[in-house]
């Protein structure tokens, strides 16, 4: 048997690690390298955090990172994301202030494999991303973050493969612990009715029964986090020659409160050396809701001094609305599974393991509008005006005049005040009134929408299953030979919903004061010039019967075309030999492996459309879904992906490494839906654009589609490192790192002929007296110059653009790691304690189109500086990562693309461990100060072509003061 030459301390941390981690995959691989005669030696804190994490690193044989126990169990982390954020070539995503997304080497979680003890796991969200900022760190052993795949690695992605790790009671320590922490966020809470400040409690503990043959683990925790944010939005910006003006406003402040309990459990029964069996149980239960409140308009310039973005002058004809939206987040997850290995002999064992998760999640955002008074009920005159100044950062007011009604509610209309009733076309009828707009003629549909009720839910399941033979072979090249069967079977579905809010005794409105709804006193909007506004209960319009709802998705194609349900069965058989032998007098080990992939996946979901009643898929207006509407398609395909990973030992503690694999990670599921929409835009001046198959005037077609039949994306992968290990600890590495991206989903866009579109059987989606109409008032077309006198009938163009995914787009992606973990004592005895662990990864990607990966940054960096002495530690981390591409939640609920500005996220902690106090009772206590963003620059900002600000989030900085102690 190969034996390395690794120092002791890491062997024994290795063990350490290798026990507490799942007992699956990365434990067998690296503890069947340990040596016999390790002496005990214990390092706690810090470095022995970077200790255990490091000889998992040493002694796998394939390329990964780790963050062992002690990292996470000493970082009062609100969740395991920020812990992986700091990581070699990862890099943390901010959503509403907290780290939730995760990417590796470019690619964001969508595109990353994501295990809990070795097995997949689901997450919340519209795709196959996890949003790791659900699992708290009080649950949590380790990570492990493998960069090269292998045949037993069966959760994988082409970023790489995230395990996250819970406890095996059996080989940990006993223990009782209790942890209490409290949490202030500089970010003020603009809105009266919150507050900056949040709790977190925690319980755990591990013990042993019946001559310690049956262990159990348990940790129990409990968070209330507090997240205040400034929000600066725009629709986008105008050019009026060469002046730069917001097109519209999206300015609010933002409180919400995150509720997260969490439950993980694990029973192991281990009554001899031949049989191991381990049952665990997860439980997470969330609730993040709060609200938003501020000013969402078009905006009309009177005069504008100045050029380009730098510009200054007075907004007029304001019509503010105010918007008040309750934002509602509630989900559970729940996971389940049971895993038995059993030696067969002292050559052969076999292993199975079952598992069974479900997640749901209902998320609202409904809106409550209010203002001077309704759309159509208010001249000039009864108008504000507002004084601005514009730059690159965007617009900001200087002053205000007629607008004092927002700040009392005795005067604040709820109402809506702009003509946004345009949905509800379907429902004139409805509508009708004899009473008179101030331009004469009665109010109608488009005057009627006072809010929206906006939801949309998920659901998903998974179930595993696998059967695993593992054999010596004892040969003079292959030591061990593992084969086995995985089978997976995956459901999810999003129902996307949304219900038009008309006040009951529309055309009528009431004050805020006098519609029964509880008022918390204002909320500050200084920060943006816009004083302060009423801040009053919005769910309460829709809980006490003051909104009639209509439901949207028979209104609005979209909803439906957002509906859809998934389903997947993969079956994979796999293959891994694993080799040492001696090349040229050096030493050399590793596996190759490979897994055959069988996958059928379906999706079935509605194309949206206006029929003959002007009813989306409701010909019958039964308020039912029409069958002709329903969509099932789906795929059945094959792939094959070989793996190598090869590790040579040049020189004591010193290696070389080099790996080649194909991995895939399947396609986006908001992507492969079945559904679809078409829709239509009813501005006059599309309306009357002349019949153009090129559509090089413009069109008011649109129609957009999933495809049910996309394969997985597909990369072939290259991996070489270089490390070089220290006599004691520390050590530096070089990767580099290649993939050849042969499959990416791409959006193609086609101009079809919308009355008779060939992808759907030749569908005309014309419908009269909905798409044409007389018009009542003289156009001037302002594309082609064509006037078009009242009374005269006007049919639309037929030709349009139509938007799908595709499968077929390449790429590239080569990028280099540079890491050094550095106990500066190495350099002089004066300076034991002190060190150092930094990080620089740079990657050149793109797409044949010319288009961004998302969650790619072309640099990411990080450094922790620490000094730890007889119970006393201080660090200070630094992580940065430059521009990036995602995705967000835009309108309808649906997903749209966004750019990121880079970011830089500044965490320090001090902290003092009692361990070694003379009073007894204080040796369990440890006690801890971290504040996260403690900078304030982690704003999450977007910008347009122009570099000018579209969106930004501003969060503040968050510290934590954090009590543990342990019993025993």
Same mark, same amino acid.
């Given at each position: 048997?190969?034996?390395?030459?690794?120092?002791? #301390?890491?062997?024994?941390?290795?063990?350490?690690?290798?026990?507490?981690?799942? %007992?699956?995959?990365?434990?067998? *691989? =690296?503890?069947?390298?340990?040596?016999?005669?390790?002496?005990?030696?214990?390092?706690?804190?810090?470095?022995?955090?970077?200790?255990?994490?490091?000889?998992?690193?040493?002694?796998?044989?394939?390329?990964?990172?780790?963050?062992?126990?002690?990292?996470?169990?000493?970082? $009062?982390?609100?969740?395991?994301?920020?812990?992986?954020?700091?990581?070699?070539?990862?890099?943390?995503?901010?959503?509403?202030?907290?780290?939730?997304?995760?990417?590796?080497?470019?690619?964001?979680?969508?595109?990353?494999?994501?295990?809990?003890?070795?097995?997949?796991?689901?997450?919340? +969200?519209?795709?196959?991303?996890?949003?790791?900022?659900?699992?708290?760190?009080?649950?949590?052993?380790?990570?492990?973050?493998?960069?090269?795949?292998?045949?037993?690695?069966?959760?994988?992605?082409?970023? +790489?493969?995230?395990? @996250?790790?819970?406890?095996?009671?059996?080989?940990?320590?006993?223990?009782?612990?209790?942890?209490?922490?409290?949490?202030?966020?500089?970010?003020?809470?603009?809105?009266?009715?919150?507050?900056?400040?949040?709790?977190?409690?925690?319980?755990?503990?591990?013990?042993?029964?019946?001559?310690? =043959?049956?262990? @159990?683990?348990?940790?129990?925790?409990?968070?209330?986090?507090?997240?205040?944010?400034?929000?600066?939005?725009?629709?986008?910006?105008?050019?009026?020659?060469?002046?730069?003006?917001?097109?519209?406003?999206?300015?609010?402040?933002?409180?919400?409160?995150?509720?997260?309990?969490?439950?993980?459990?694990?029973?192991?029964?281990? #009554?001899?050396?031949?049989?191991?069996?381990?049952?665990?149980?997860?439980?997470?239960?969330?609730?993040?809701?709060?609200?938003?409140?501020?000013?969402?308009?078009?905006?009309?310039?009177?005069?504008?001094?100045?050029?380009?973005?730098?510009?200054?002058?007075?907004?007029?004809?304001?019509? #503010?609305?105010?918007?008040?939206? &309750?934002?509602?987040?509630?989900?559970?997850?729940?996971?389940?599974?049971?895993?038995?290995?059993?030696? !067969?002999?002292?050559?052969?064992?076999?292993?199975?393991?079952?598992?069974?998760?479900?997640?749901?999640?209902?998320?609202?955002?409904?809106?409550?509008?209010?203002?001077?008074?309704?759309?159509?009920?208010?001249?000039?005159?009864?108008?504000?005006?507002?004084?601005?100044?514009?730059?690159?950062?965007?617009?900001?007011?200087?002053?205000?005049?007629?607008?004092?009604?927002?700040?009392?509610?005795?005067?604040?209309?709820?109402?809506?005040?702009?003509?946004? +009733?345009?949905?509800?076309?379907?429902?004139?009828?409805?509508?009708?009134?004899?009473?008179?707009?101030?331009?004469?003629?009665?109010?109608?549909?488009?005057?009627?929408?006072?809010?929206?009720?906006?939801?949309?839910?998920?659901?998903?399941?998974?179930?595993?299953?696998?059967?695993?033979?593992?054999?010596?072979?004892?040969?003079?090249?292959?030591?061990? !030979?593992?084969?086995?069967?995985?089978?997976?079977?995956?459901?999810?579905?999003?129902?996307?919903?949304?219900?038009?809010?008309?006040?009951?005794?529309?055309?009528?409105?009431?004050?805020?004061?006098?519609?029964?709804? #509880?008022?918390?006193?204002?909320?500050?909007?200084?920060?943006?010039? @816009?004083?302060?506004?009423?801040?009053?209960?919005?769910?309460?319009?829709?809980?006490? +019967?003051?909104?009639?709802?209509?439901?949207?998705?028979?209104?609005?194609?979209?909803?439906?075309?957002?509906?859809?349900?998934?389903?997947?069965?993969?079956?994979?058989?796999?293959?891994?030999?694993?080799?040492? =032998?001696?090349?040229?007098?050096?030493?050399?080990?590793?596996?190759?492996?490979?897994?055959?992939?069988?996958?059928?996946?379906?999706?079935? %979901?509605?194309? %949206?459309?206006?029929?003959?009643?002007?009813?989306?898929?409701?010909?019958?207006?039964?308020?039912?879904?029409?069958?002709?509407?329903?969509?099932?398609?789906?795929?059945?395909?094959?792939?094959?992906?070989?793996?190598?990973?090869?590790?040579?030992?040049?020189?004591?503690?010193?290696?070389?490494?080099?790996?080649?694999?194909?991995?895939?990670?399947?396609?986006?599921?908001?992507?492969?839906?079945?559904?679809?929409?078409?829709?239509?835009?009813?501005? *006059?001046?599309?309306i009357t654009l002349p019949e153009d198959p090129t559509v090089s005037n413009g069109t008011p077609w649109s129609k957009f589609a999933g495809n049910a039949r996309l394969n997985p994306l597909e990369a072939n992968n290259f991996d070489l490192s270089f490390e070089k290990y220290f006599d004691d600890e520390g050590y530096v590495s070089l990767s580099l790192f290649r993939k050849d991206l042969v499959n990416w989903t791409?959006?193609?866009?086609? !101009?079809?002929?919308?009355?008779?579109? &060939?992808?759907?059987?030749?569908?005309?989606?014309?419908? $009269?007296?909905?798409?044409?109409?007389?018009?009542?008032?003289?156009?001037?077309?302002?594309?082609?110059?064509?006037?078009?006198?009242?009374?005269?009938?006007?049919? $639309?163009?037929?030709?349009?653009?139509?938007?799908?995914?595709?499968?077929?787009?390449?790429?590239?992606?080569?990028?280099?790691?540079?890491?050094?973990?550095? &106990?500066?004592?190495?350099?002089?005895?004066?300076?034991?304690?002190?060190?150092?662990?930094?990080?620089?990864?740079?990657?050149?990607?793109?797409?044949?189109?010319?288009?961004?990966? $998302?969650?790619?940054?072309?640099?990411?960096?990080?450094?922790?500086?620490?000094? *730890?002495?007889?119970?006393?530690?201080?660090?200070?981390?630094?992580?940065?990562?430059?521009?990036?591409?995602?995705?967000?939640?835009?309108?309808?609920?649906?997903?749209?693309?966004?750019?990121?500005?880079?970011?830089?996220?500044?965490?320090?902690?001090?902290?003092?461990?009692?361990?070694?106090?003379?009073?007894?009772?204080?040796?369990? @206590?440890?006690?801890?100060?971290?504040?996260?963003? !403690?900078?304030?620059?982690?704003?999450?900002?977007?910008?347009?072509?122009?570099?000018?600000?579209?969106?930004?989030?501003?969060?503040?900085?968050?510290?934590?003061?954090?009590?543990?102690?342990?019993?025993?």
């Open positions: 048997m190969k034996t390395n030459k690794i120092f002791k #301390p890491a062997i024994l941390s290795l063990a350490v690690s290798a026990a507490m981690c799942s %007992g699956h995959a990365l434990a067998q *691989e =690296t503890s069947a390298k340990a040596a016999d005669d390790v002496e005990v030696i214990a390092v706690t804190g810090i470095r022995g955090s970077l200790i255990r994490a490091q000889a998992i690193k040493q002694d796998a044989t394939s390329i990964v990172d780790a963050i062992s126990a002690e990292d996470i169990g000493k970082l $009062p982390d609100s969740s395991i994301a920020e812990s992986l954020a700091r990581l070699p070539g990862l890099a943390g995503e901010r959503v509403n202030g907290r780290t939730s997304g995760i990417s590796v080497r470019g690619f964001k979680e969508d595109f990353v494999g994501t295990s809990l003890n070795g097995r997949e796991i689901i997450g919340i +969200g519209d795709n196959r991303g996890i949003e790791y900022d659900l699992y708290p760190s009080e649950i949590m052993t380790g990570a492990t973050i493998h960069k090269s795949a292998s045949g037993t690695l069966l959760t994988q992605g082409i970023g +790489g493969t995230v395990d @996250l790790q819970t406890v095996r009671p059996l080989n940990a320590k006993e223990t009782l612990t209790v942890t209490g922490i409290y949490e202030a966020s500089q970010a003020p809470a603009d809105n009266p009715d919150f507050d900056d400040t949040g709790h977190r409690y925690s319980l755990s503990f591990v013990e042993k029964f019946a001559d310690d =043959t049956i262990g @159990l683990a348990v940790a129990i925790a409990s968070t209330e986090s507090p997240n205040n944010q400034r929000k600066y939005g725009v629709w986008g910006y105008s050019d009026n020659d060469g002046q730069i003006t917001p097109s519209g406003l999206d300015l609010n402040a933002q409180s919400t409160s995150l509720e997260r309990d969490t439950v993980s459990a694990v029973l192991q029964f281990q #009554p001899n050396d031949r049989l191991d069996v381990v049952v665990d149980y997860l439980n997470i239960d969330f609730k993040d809701s709060g609200v938003l409140r501020g000013f969402i308009e078009p905006f009309s310039n009177g005069t504008v001094t100045g050029s380009g973005v730098n510009t200054s002058g007075t907004q007029v004809n304001v019509n #503010p609305v105010l918007r008040t939206d &309750p934002l509602n987040k509630d989900g559970d997850l729940n996971a389940f599974g049971v895993n038995v290995d059993y030696a !067969i002999n002292d050559d052969w064992s076999v292993e199975v393991d079952y598992a069974y998760s479900e997640a749901s999640k209902f998320e609202q955002r409904a809106e409550s509008y209010a203002g001077l008074g309704r759309s159509g009920s208010l001249t000039d005159a009864d108008l504000g005006t507002r004084n601005f100044e514009m730059s690159s950062e965007g617009v900001f007011f200087t002053g205000t005049s007629g607008l004092d009604a927002f700040a009392d509610p005795t005067q604040l209309q709820l109402t809506g005040p702009q003509v946004w +009733g345009g949905g509800l076309a379907n429902l004139a009828d409805q509508f009708e009134s004899s009473v008179l707009r101030v331009d004469g003629n009665p109010f109608n549909y488009e005057n009627a929408q006072d809010g929206f009720n906006n939801f949309f839910t998920i659901d998903e399941e998974l179930t595993q299953f696998k059967l695993e033979l593992e054999g010596n072979l004892n040969g003079d090249v292959f030591q061990t !030979i593992t084969l086995g069967l995985q089978y997976s079977d995956r459901y999810k579905d999003k129902v996307n919903s949304g219900y038009f809010a008309t006040a009951i005794d529309y055309p009528s409105s009431v004050s805020v004061a006098d519609a029964n709804v #509880p008022v918390y006193g204002l909320t500050n909007l200084t920060w943006a010039g @816009l004083g302060y506004v009423v801040a009053y209960d919005g769910n309460a319009p829709y809980d006490n +019967g003051y909104y009639v709802q209509n439901n949207g998705g028979f209104l609005e194609p979209d909803r439906f075309g957002d509906s859809y349900v998934v389903e997947e069965e993969v079956t994979t058989l796999y293959l891994q030999a694993d080799f040492e =032998t001696e090349l040229g007098g050096f030493e050399v080990f590793g596996n190759v492996g490979g897994q055959y992939v069988q996958t059928s996946q379906t999706s079935s %979901g509605t194309l %949206g459309v206006v029929g003959a009643n002007f009813r989306v898929c409701d010909d019958d207006s039964n308020a039912v879904i029409d069958a002709d509407c329903a969509i099932t398609d789906g795929a059945d395909y094959n792939h094959f992906l070989p793996s190598l990973n090869i590790s040579a030992e040049i020189a004591d503690n010193t290696f070389v490494r080099f790996a080649a694999s194909k991995t895939i990670s399947r396609a986006r599921m908001d992507q492969m839906k079945a559904s679809g929409f078409v829709k239509f835009d009813q501005n *006059e001046q599309f791409r959006t193609a866009r086609e !101009i079809i002929d919308f009355t008779n579109d &060939p992808y759907n059987g030749g569908a005309d989606y014309f419908v $009269p007296g909905f798409h044409d109409r007389t018009l009542t008032t003289e156009v001037v077309n302002s594309t082609t110059g064509d006037i078009f006198a009242a009374g005269t009938y006007v049919r $639309p163009p037929s030709f349009g653009f139509t938007e799908f995914f595709e499968d077929g787009l390449k790429g590239s992606v080569n990028g280099a790691e540079l890491t050094a973990n550095i &106990p500066l004592s190495m350099f002089n005895e004066s300076l034991e304690g002190f060190g150092f662990v930094g990080s620089l990864t740079t990657i050149d990607a793109e797409l044949d189109d010319g288009s961004s990966i $998302p969650g790619q940054s072309d640099d990411i960096k990080s450094i922790i500086a620490y000094y *730890e002495n007889a119970g006393f530690e201080a660090r200070i981390a630094m992580t940065d990562r430059g521009e990036y591409t995602t995705y967000e939640r835009g309108g309808s609920n649906k997903i749209s693309e966004a750019s990121r500005d880079g970011t830089q996220v500044v965490d320090a902690q001090i902290s003092y461990d009692f361990a070694e106090s003379d009073v007894d009772y204080l040796k369990g @206590l440890r006690v801890s100060l971290q504040g996260t963003n !403690i900078l304030d620059d982690a704003d999450q900002v977007s910008r347009d072509g122009n570099g000018v600000v579209t969106s930004r989030r501003e969060f503040g900085a968050v510290y934590m003061l954090n009590v543990n102690y342990s019993f025993y």
